[in-house]
């Protein structure tokens, strides 16, 4: 049996984790932090079995759980909430998770449900098993036959036209994500499951993966009207769920497989140039990240810390964060400390290294330098100011 427990806290990670290898030592458990992690474990591994903290960083434990059913039916979801989040978990049930442990998580409970849904999985026929390889390996196939017709590459004696002889006319959209540093495994994973869904919503086709930055619809619309709504519900869903900036083109109606090549060599010009669509999901990104700041200021923020709490890769997060809030991040978050610093030194019988200490700054030289830079004061002058004022 495999399992894949994704929380970000590694204290319960870690001790569910203990719990099912004491009562199942035979079971293969992966562990993730964050959802970013666990999109990347369920991929690449054999999982039967997954459960998942609701709130997280990024993405939610019931959006993964939202967009990973369809590509993963074989497995079960179990969700891990606090009492403060029971609406959330009634909802995950709803979503098609088999169900739910509140936190602290009960030892007893924990390895029954376990054995339940073991129990479940081993029934499950092999037929159904072999039925679901064999759909994901012909998928691959069909991908890796068009990202060649695609290119303008030889397929040798491969038969197309079972695959185009369902969709005689079809259109292609093209959803293309910046280059970053980091790697952008979640957000494709985000954008083939949103595609795929929409392509089933509104007419008939198939997603494949391009390349590393690239996905293509080929669907079939009934009429402009599908065409439409599906354009438009695309934008607002990758909007609210990516934190990258991205671009969406199509084609017109194509009728010859052999115009394929030419029509995706236009789209991928058109997603090369400027004014890549920026959805709500930056602009929640920078809210998750000023929250972070202002519930943490008094610990280490390092740039490259802040942005990987927020999954964006440093140099793009320091751009749209200025973009944002009109000030640099460094500014920022001393901005944000000398106001919390202020509020203290209004108060009585508090010493200059327990205020420093209590935004942030280990050395009281260095923490007087910063407040004098930034007010043209030093502390102490401060707070002599404060209780002059106060008579």
């Given amino acids: 049996m495999n399992i894949l427990i994704a929380d970000d806290e590694s204290v319960i990670r870690e001790g569910v984790k203990r719990t099912i290898n004491r009562a199942f030592p035979d079971y293969i458990i992966h562990l993730a932090g964050s959802?970013?992690?666990?999109?990347?474990?369920?991929?690449?591994?054999?999982?039967?079995?997954?459960?998942?903290?609701?709130?997280?960083?990024?993405?939610?434990?019931?959006?993964?759980?939202?967009?990973?059913?369809?590509?993963?039916?074989?497995?079960?979801?179990?969700?891990?909430?606090?009492?403060?989040?029971?609406?959330?978990?009634?909802?995950?049930?709803?979503?098609?998770?088999?169900?739910?442990?509140?936190?602290?998580?009960?030892?007893?409970?924990?390895?029954?449900?376990?054995?339940?849904?073991?129990?479940?999985?081993?029934?499950?026929?092999?037929?159904?098993?072999?039925?679901?390889?064999l759909k994901r390996n012909l998928?691959?196939?069909?991908?890796?036959?068009?990202?060649?017709?695609?290119?303008?590459?030889?397929?040798?004696?491969?038969?197309?036209?079972?695959?185009?002889e369902a969709y005689p006319e079809f259109h292609l959209v093209m959803t293309h994500i910046e280059e970053a540093v980091k790697s952008v495994h979640l957000e494709h994973f985000i954008i083939e499951n949103v595609l795929s869904e929409l392509v089933d919503r509104h007419g008939e086709g198939f997603v494949?993966?391009?390349?590393?930055?690239?996905?293509l619809a080929i669907v079939h619309f009934k009429d402009a009207a599908e065409e439409e709504a599906m354009l438009a519900e695309l934008r607002t869903h990758l909007g609210h769920y990516l934190k990258l900036p991205f671009r969406i083109s199509h084609s017109g109606n194509i009728t010859d497989v052999h115009d394929i090549a030419s029509e995706v060599k236009r789209l991928r010009q058109a997603s090369s140039v400027p004014g890549l669509e920026r959805g709500e999901g930056s602009d929640r990104a920078i809210e998750v990240a000023l929250q972070y700041l202002k519930a943490h200021y008094n610990e280490e923020l390092s740039l490259e810390k802040v942005a990987s709490v927020v999954f964006l890769n440093p140099i793009y997060f320091s751009q749209l964060f200025k973009q944002k809030t009109g000030q640099g991040y460094k500014d920022y978050v001393i901005s944000l400390r000398i106001e919390q610093a202020k509020e203290l030194l209004r108060q009585h019988g508090l010493k200059l290294a327990d205020i420093a200490e209590r935004i942030g700054y280990g050395d009281v030289r260095h923490f007087t330098q910063v407040f004098r830079k930034k007010t043209n004061v030093t502390p102490t002058e401060y707070r002599q100011m404060i209780f002059a004022e106060r008579g």
């Fill in 35 to 133: 959802a970013e992690e666990a999109v990347g474990i369920i991929d690449a591994q054999p999982v039967d079995i997954v459960l998942t903290d609701i709130l997280m960083p990024g993405i939610n434990g019931l959006e993964f759980m939202k967009m990973s059913r369809r590509k993963y039916p074989h497995v079960k979801w179990v969700v891990i909430s606090a009492h403060s989040e029971f609406s959330y978990a009634q909802e995950a049930v709803r979503l098609g998770a088999r169900d739910y442990l509140l936190k602290p998580i009960g030892k007893q409970r924990l390895v029954e449900l376990m054995e339940q849904l073991a129990e479940e999985t081993k029934t499950e026929t092999e037929l159904s098993r072999e039925g679901d390889l």
């Fill in 139 to 164: 998928k691959y196939l069909r991908e890796a036959v068009f990202q060649r017709l695609a290119s303008g590459l030889d397929i040798g004696n491969i038969d197309i036209a079972p695959v185009f």
């Fill in 208 to 215: 494949v993966n391009f390349d590393r930055q690239s996905l």
